[in-house]
């Protein structure tokens, strides 16, 4: 039964909970009533049961299965099919089983075949610590030199000799007769093999990051640049203001958050679940679920010590993907438990909660998941043997008996779903690639939620001065554009005037956050009507932008009401678009192209200056020229879309950075098909070249870091000129 199932079948059934609602004012009140009720502890013990008794467990015959198969792949030398087989034999593996370590110390030969020898040293080292065989030990450690000889470090691979000799002249290590043969192994090795260049390195810490981005912390303000400071005031709470004159582009926040969740769980192994960094294809598995994988054997401990002990059985059970939120409110929990910061313990409990505006209805569903979430912790781990509670969390429930243990967590449980709800971030992925077609960030782009204390103080812009970007979990916050001194920081909390409309915006942010958004965005007339511009008409009077407000005709900038406008012209222009559509898509290019341009002529006499309809068509015509190889003709109509993308997107876009990336493109085609390389014409194009991508470099860095693909990819871009000239 899915979890959906049981709070509609629960939230029905509580109606008295409902009539209770104005004498409701605190969580432990609500999660009092819901202990009360029969039905929602049977209810949620027994989905805990379904799951429980439904488990995948590991298992030595599976693993062993995967593990021959990894063999027949590695035989026929299909390495990288054959690191897929290992890695899903370690997973099934128990941990104190052979099968694990020896599982890890065959993927290493397998990545050793790859030219992989960093990867390849790193599952030895792995192999090693989970007990791989001391007698066959020698020859990971044989593998383990001819890495470092490839990897041109002949003194490791000089110790790692050394550590060998030592080894094999004990008889309980190796046996006699085996001896003479790994010493004329090791006299074969020479120390003159060609080398090959260690793969780029990670960022691996918060010091790297810091150092990358020249960040001075404040000491006030954790996780904060120094050149900000944390307010409070009656009007706007707790917030955030420039305390001197702040360029755009400065980082304000690195922050590493409190806690996190991975979001896609059927895609669970591609990212690590304690430091969120790209796994690639060799992940540690969780030597006790099959559900949780990680980077390094220490994100593993790491994560173990810290949450994953109590969190493992839930991931064994595969119950974390039902119940949204609330996966996150109990690593938040957990976290508190274990952590020795205080400051941060106390810093969560002032996050806001909107328990008074929040309705009874989502209360209601929010508590049973924190019973459910509390009764988990009673009865499948020692997390209430483990810890004293109240010690550790320390909030004022008025509950201090041992017996209301359960309530007191219940109640925080329940807290910490509500400051989420309004607090988390959204985690994208830096592994994006550049050639997407839009490179702005999406559902799908989004990886996991997480809760940055320090960054989470930002009131919210529908306009914002700020922008978010991540590098693996850090949350790295930039400055949007120029702050002065005393001016406040504001984040958007997702409505952004540039791609909602103020009635669409005002709805979210009084659903979900509940408040009257009154950015400048919001309340000044001429920002008011914003995306109304690009769907607006030529004002005919000043050529400006003549929109449909409240079902009359207003030029938005000489606010001149006239009685009609060409409505036929329109029309025309709609149909001739739909027919080149029909065209293209009978691939009769040349009828399309007649089509297209006829209809441009329409709507840039007709349509205002920034009306998309006319960027659209532009799109279309470029198109048919790059099929017909007509790239001067191409690089024109794109070129003339970028007025219309900066102004409805902002010159600092991920829109502007996709369109230039096409553009570039175009240019880079343009210049390998020409052969007139000393002319003057060439070396413009050329100049103009690099012109853009030096602008989709800067734009690639602003919005993703130099740590990305998309950065990278970039920097492929230049070579490809390179090439080329």
């Not at 996966?327 to 938040?332: I, P, R, S």
């Not at 329940?414 to 971030?425: I, S």
Request: charged share 25%; proline share 2%.
């Amino acid at each position: 039964m899915e979890w959906d199932h049981v709070l509609n079948m629960l939230t029905r059934e509580l109606t008295k909970i409902h009539a209770l609602k104005d004498k409701i004012k605190r969580e432990d009140e609500l999660m009092s009533h819901l202990w009360n009720d029969q039905n929602t502890r049977k209810l949620t013990s027994l989905w805990l049961q379904y799951y429980y008794t439904n488990k995948e467990l590991k298992s030595i015959t599976t693993a062993q299965t995967f593990k021959n198969i990894g063999n027949e792949q590695f035989q026929s030398k299909n390495y990288s099919e054959s690191i897929q087989s290992y890695t899903k034999c370690a997973l099934y593996a128990p941990v104190n089983s052979r099968e694990f370590s020896v599982a890890i110390a065959n993927r290493s030969a397998s990545l050793f075949y790859l030219n992989r020898y960093n990867d390849c040293i790193k599952d030895i080292e792995l192999a090693i610590m989970f007990n791989y065989p001391k007698e066959l030990q020698y020859k990971l450690h044989l593998r383990m030199v001819q890495c470092y000889l490839k990897l041109s470090n002949p003194d490791l691979a000089k110790k790692m000799i050394s550590k060998i000799r030592k080894s094999i002249n004990d008889p309980d290590y190796i046996a006699p007769a085996i001896k003479d043969d790994i010493e004329k192994r090791i006299s074969g090795l020479t120390f003159n093999e060609s080398c090959i260049q260690d793969e780029s390195k990670n960022i691996d810490d918060l010091l790297d990051l810091k150092s990358i981005l020249i960040f001075h912390e404040n000491p006030n303000f954790p996780y904060a640049s120094s050149s900000i400071d944390k307010k409070y005031n009656e009007e706007s709470g707790r917030h955030v203001t420039a305390n001197r004159f702040i360029k755009k582009g400065e980082t304000l926040f690195i922050e590493k958050p409190m806690s996190f969740v991975v979001l896609n769980h059927d895609t669970v192994d591609r990212f690590c679940q304690h430091c969120n960094r790209l796994n690639t294809d060799l992940p540690v598995p969780c030597t006790k679920c099959l559900n949780t994988f990680y980077c390094t054997v220490n994100c593993l401990n790491e994560a173990w010590s810290l949450y994953h002990c109590w969190e493992c059985p839930g991931s064994h059970m595969d119950i974390w993907k039902e119940i949204g939120i609330g996966h996150l409110a109990l690593k938040v929990l957990l976290t508190c438990t274990t952590t020795t910061d205080t400051i941060e313990v106390n810093e969560i409990q002032n996050l806001v909660t909107h328990f008074d505006e929040v309705p009874i209805e989502d209360l209601i569903v929010y508590g049973i998941t924190a019973v459910m979430l509390t009764t988990y912790l009673l009865q499948y781990t020692d997390f209430f043997e483990r810890n004293d509670i109240n010690d550790h969390l320390a909030y004022d429930f008025n509950i201090i008996t041992n017996n209301n243990k359960h309530l007191y967590v219940s109640s925080l449980l329940l807290r910490y779903m509500l400051q989420l709800m309004c607090n988390g971030y959204a985690i994208s992925s830096s592994d994006i690639r550049l050639n997407q077609n839009d490179l702005s960030i999406d559902q799908q782009d989004i990886v996991a939620t997480g809760i940055y204390l320090s960054a989470s103080i930002m009131n919210h812009s529908c306009d914002p001065n700020i922008i978010n970007i991540f590098m693996d979990q850090y949350l790295i916050v930039r400055a949007l554009k120029d702050i002065a001194p005393n001016e406040e920081v504001f984040n958007c909390y997702g409505p952004n005037y540039r791609h909602m409309s103020t009635e669409e915006r005002q709805k979210m942010l009084s659903s979900q956050y509940y408040f009257t958004c009154k950015c400048e965005p919001c309340t000044q007339p001429s920002l008011q009507y914003f995306l109304e511009r690009f769907q607006a008409m030529n004002c005919s009077k000043c050529n400006g932008a003549l929109c449909t407000i409240n079902n009359s005709l207003l030029c938005l900038d000489c606010f001149d009401n006239p009685k009609d406008y060409q409505q036929n012209k329109i029309e025309q222009a709609e149909k001739l678009f739909q027919d080149a559509q029909s065209y293209i898509s009978q691939k009769k290019f040349e009828e399309a192209l007649e089509k297209l341009k006829e209809c441009l002529n329409i709507r840039r006499t007709v349509l205002y200056k920034y009306n998309e309809d006319t960027v659209n068509t532009l799109i279309s015509i470029s198109e048919i020229y790059i099929t017909n190889v007509k790239l001067a003709d191409a690089i024109e109509c794109v070129e003339s879309t970028l007025s219309t993308i900066t102004e409805r997107f902002g010159s600092s876009s991920t829109e502007l950075l996709s369109e230039l990336s096409t553009l570039t493109d175009l240019y880079i085609m343009h210049l390998r098909e020409r052969s007139d390389t000393t002319t003057t014409t060439y070396k413009i194009l050329l100049a103009t070249t690099y012109k853009y991508l030096e602008q989709i470099e800067e734009l690639a860095d602003f919005n993703y870091g130099s740590w990305s693909n998309v950065y990278k990819d970039i920097r492929k871009k230049r070579n490809k000129i390179i090439s080329i000239v």
